[in-house]
């Protein structure tokens, strides 16, 4: 009659626990066989080749029983390629062994052997160990479980914030264009101008450690929020259909102060009432807003210092506010408003070349040149009724 031990790759029923015994010696099959049977499910085998085809066959073991000195394959190599296989890295290994040098077992430890179970076998020694082995590995499975749920969770919550973020930014964006009315979809333009920027000259000597990191990704987010001052500006001159009187100019050139002054005093008033550990973290959770003011505090800067409103010129403008201010003058140059006509791609690239090293970063209007193509996608693709065909 067939060993039933070494039939036991056709069971049909699998138990909580898969034992995988690996022996060339039917004797020791038949004994760890019968003494473990009771308490788990049992499978054999009896060569280091068909133990390694065994470990990818279901039921997958949950430990393997591994003889050490086995010819052809021997239970080093088993071991070896067993946990080098990703599939199979993670199920324990005891080794069963007559050696009791020291050597061995420090080299089967050293090579990832969980345990030694020595020739002749003790059952309750066997059991024990078998036993400890499968509730570590279960621990360890449970904590597995438990970060990979835990990293789901707090990617999931991030994803739910960013995206809370984002919606928040553009309710604000949304009420100043509302005050605004011809600037149609003015804001999705500007904000993908920024980015076609950022992204060109991230790796520019220049502008690398601006637009470093997270840096670039809460530039182009923050964005939108440029204009948030302009629900400071009467309607009489937001709206007014023609020039602006020097009176009048006075009072939209103040529109950048007061959106950097609503964003940093929504920041004062939170670290107001924020615990101490709320505003230890100030500085990473309120960099966003911080990048939020520097756009809309700058992106009227002109590069020769003629821009308002602090008359910065050159690097002491804010890269992110460079950014914006061609992407703004772009857009604008671009689209009919109540006081002006829409003007050509052409047209409005001459102005902006003209306007380098006066209005803009030189660096800025020569990755302008080099993308003006996908801006001109961009302002087809969203455009408004009116924008100009070039």
Not at 28 to 54: C, I, K, M, W
Not at 132 to 154: G, I, P, S, T, Y
Not at 264 to 278: C, F, G, R, S
């Amino acid at each position: 009659m067939a060993n039933p031990v070494l039939q036991s790759e056709s069971y049909a029923v699998v138990p909580k626990n898969t034992i995988l015994i690996v022996d060339d010696t039917p004797q020791n099959l038949t004994v760890l066989g019968e003494l473990l049977r009771p308490f788990y499910h049992v499978r054999a085998a009896n060569s280091g080749e068909r133990a390694l085809r065994a470990a990818h066959t279901a039921p997958r073991p949950d430990i393997v029983l591994l003889d050490v000195m086995m010819p052809e394959v021997d239970g080093y190599e088993v071991l070896y390629r067993l946990s080098e296989d990703e599939t199979t890295r993670d199920i324990p290994v005891i080794f069963i062994t007559a050696m009791s040098a020291s050597e061995d077992e420090e080299r089967g430890l050293e090579m990832g052997a969980v345990d030694y179970i020595t020739k002749p076998f003790n059952p309750a020694i066997v059991l024990a160990r078998v036993r400890n082995q499968l509730e570590l590995k279960h621990a360890r499975d449970r904590l597995a479980e438990q970060n990979n749920w835990l990293e789901h969770e707090v990617a999931r919550r991030m994803s739910e914030n960013l995206l809370i973020q984002e919606l928040n930014v553009r309710a604000l964006a949304c009420l100043a264009e509302a005050r605004d009315n011809e600037t149609g979809l003015h804001i999705v333009r500007t904000q993908t101008y920024v980015e076609l920027l950022a992204r060109y000259l991230a790796k520019h000597p220049r502008f690398e450690k601006a637009l470093e990191g997270r840096n670039l990704d809460m530039i182009v987010k923050a964005a939108p929020l440029h204009d948030i001052g302009k629900v400071g500006i009467p309607d009489s001159i937001l709206l007014k259909p023609g020039k602006l009187t020097v009176e009048e100019f006075a009072i939209m050139k103040s529109h950048p102060s007061i959106g950097a002054a609503a964003i940093n005093k929504a920041i004062k008033q939170v670290l107001a009432t924020a615990d101490e550990k709320v505003a230890e973290q100030a500085n990473g959770a309120f960099a966003f807003l911080h990048v939020a003011n520097e756009i809309s505090l700058g992106h009227h800067e002109k590069w020769d210092g003629s821009g308002y409103p602090a008359g910065l010129a050159g690097d002491s403008i804010p890269v992110s506010a460079r950014l914006m201010a061609l992407a703004d003058v772009f857009d604008a140059l671009m689209s009919r408003r109540v006081y002006k006509a829409p003007m050509t791609l052409e047209q409005t690239t001459n102005v902006i070349a003209e306007g380098r090293g006066r209005h803009f970063d030189p660096d800025v209007v020569d990755a302008f040149m080099a993308c003006r193509d996908k801006f001109a996608d961009i302002a087809s693709r969203f455009a408004d009724s009116w924008i100009a065909e070039s």
